[in-house]
């Protein structure tokens, strides 16, 4: 059988190793490196580094990539684009891709309201600024996110950012105002009705801690992403959507990992069946090249006067091309029904994973974007956090590339790009069972059996 991923050399190669020692003494230490090998080209759910090694990718450069590395289409626009121009700040002389991603955008978010729409250069602005927009729009100034939540790494983002390490130590003091409720875990929780535990529990906030009327917004996610793939119960986002309406509170989505089809509906709000007021999109929306929106209510957008928002690099037209082109390939490449029916495939795999391996805690998903909890016991749950570190290592030798998320660090997180083949994605998922398998067996510290090694 030909394989995709071919890891013949220990890691890192020789080229590779010197490139990551003037990593060392140039860049800062505080950019980490995951997986040591040195991208030379990709493309779909392939990385080639400059050793001659190949990995399978299910990363998706961290959930930016669901039309893959490379896509033609997209290289084409962003080519074609940059040949015309590349910069003119979009308040001092417009041009013709920023109105088109808006336009896109405001097609495709879901609700009745009429909408509008607006462009940053990375999630966290996007975030950042949604929040300025509800405090603008309501006068008030508290802001209500959620335990286990991602929402960005500059202040205010990194504040309703939801974990210490490695995010948030020693970085405080942390913006005023932003009070924070625990997210329903069907896994984890500690009621049988995690929907309306977490729904007392805000309601609790309301009475504790800040009061409804003063708070702009509730920022959330639709499936908690660094926090570890938490898909709430379906009726959460109702009654959340009901408690915002009730007390005139903004309801933010961060759509940032989980929108642009990652879980089979365009935006994974969607499959709650509720209309945010604003919605913020970045990662996928490009294929990692910088712009990020906040798409709204029509209303709540133009409230705010004109030169309230904006940047000099906002919305640069090579990113505006490249999203464009990207919306293309999802729908030209029906994406959305294959991010369902990879989610299902994987699923069933790893229910069948879980019968086996009594490391693997629970299994869960919606469309695409998928991930196993792995716990040293099934009755505790405790966190099993070096066993997935060693997992993914040993993925890594044998040519897979992974991460992992949850506030213990020991939940494996599947992004890979939406256009991977079946014999790419079977390969991948069987090296990670066999991973996970001999971990489970052997103990984390037991050393590989196959592939390369390390250093």
């Known amino acids: 059988m030909t394989h995709a991923r071919v890891v013949t050399r220990t890691l890192p190669g020789p080229k590779s190793k010197a490139l990551l020692a003037e990593k060392e003494r140039y860049v800062c230490n505080a950019i980490g490196i995951h997986l040591p090998a040195v991208v030379e080209r990709a493309e779909g759910a392939l990385l080639h580094d400059i050793d001659g090694n190949t990995f399978i990718d299910l990363s998706g450069g961290v959930g930016c990539l669901n039309v893959g ?3 033609p289409r997209v290289v084409r626009a962003i080519a074609e684009q940059a040949a015309r121009f590349t910069h003119t700040d979009f308040s001092i002389m417009p041009y013709e891709p920023y109105v088109r991603l808006c336009e896109v955008l405001c097609r495709a978010a879901p609700g009745p309201r009429p909408k509008k729409a607006l462009l940053f250069n990375s999630g966290t602005e996007a975030v950042e600024n949604a929040v300025k927009i509800a405090r603008a729009v309501t006068g008030r100034p508290a802001v209500v996110a959620f335990e286990g939540a991602f929402h960005g790494r500059t202040y205010m983002s990194l504040t309703l950012t939801s974990k210490v390490d490695p995010y948030k130590r020693n ?4 913006m005023p105002e932003v009070y924070r409720t625990p997210y329903p875990d069907p896994y984890r929780s500690p009621a049988p009705d995690p929907t309306d535990w977490a729904i007392r529990r805000l309601e609790h906030l309301f009475l504790t801690h800040v009061q409804p009327d003063r708070v702009a917004a509730i920022v959330v996610e639709p499936v908690l992403g660094e926090g570890g793939f938490v898909v709430p119960p379906a009726d959460f986002f109702r009654r959340l959507r009901e408690v915002a309406d009730r007390h005139g509170i903004l309801l933010v989505v961060d759509e940032i990992q989980t929108g642009v089809g990652r879980t089979g509906k365009m935006f994974a709000v969607e499959h709650y069946g509720v209309e945010p007021d604003l919605m913020t999109v970045a990662k996928s929306i490009a294929v990692g090249l910088p712009v990020s929106a906040v798409v709204g209510v029509r209303d709540y957008l133009d409230a705010l006067p004109e030169g309230a928002l904006g940047g000099t690099y906002v919305g640069n037209p090579v990113a505006c091309a490249a999203a464009l082109a990207v919306f293309e390939v999802v729908a030209e490449e029906h994406l959305l029904d294959r991010a369902t029916r990879l989610g299902t495939r994987m699923l069933a795999r790893f229910r069948r994973l879980m019968e086996r391996a009594g490391l693997v805690g629970d299994v869960r998903g919606l469309g695409a974007m998928v991930a196993l909890e792995l716990v040293r ?5 405790e966190p099993a956090a070096q066993e997935t570190l060693e997992v993914i290592r040993r993925a890594m030798r044998r040519g897979v590339l992974l991460l992992r998320a949850g506030l213990y660090n020991n939940v494996v997180r599947i992004l890979t790009p939406l256009v991977i083949t079946d014999a ?12 996970i398998l001999e971990v489970a067996g052997e103990g984390a510290a037991a050393a590989p059996r196959t592939g390369g090694t390390l250093e």
Do not use: N, V
């Not at 970085?171 to 942390?174: D, K, L």
């Not at 790419?424 to 066999?434: F, H, K, P, V």
């Open 69 to 71: 590395h490379s896509h």
């Open 377 to 381: 016991d099934r009755a505790t749950k």
């Open 171 to 174: 970085f405080g003091p942390f």
């Open 424 to 435: 790419q994605l079977d390969e991948a998922l069987g090296i990670l069972e066999e991973t």
